[in-house]
């Protein structure tokens, strides 16, 4: 344990809407790898040190959330 305080932030909007914001990049990921890289998703357990904030919505309304 070096000291290092690390905090993830997880953030959860609609599958449809992020289908819809990866169409507007100027470099979107096919449908296919966003759908392996969501399967693949592996979240940090209590016991690896990380302080974890969950924001999930189901308007995609983030607006409130500060980091």
């Known amino acids: 344990n070096y000291g290092a305080r ?25 449908e296919n790898v966003l759908n392996k890289m969501i399967q693949k998703m592996d979240f940090l357990q209590n016991y690896e040190g990380y302080q974890t904030k969950y924001f999930i919505s189901e308007q995609n309304d983030f607006s409130t959330v500060s980091f």
């Open 6 to 30: 690390v905090t993830f932030t997880y953030i959860e909007g609609q599958y449809h809407t992020l289908l819809q914001r990866n169409q507007v990049r100027q470099r979107t990921i096919p």
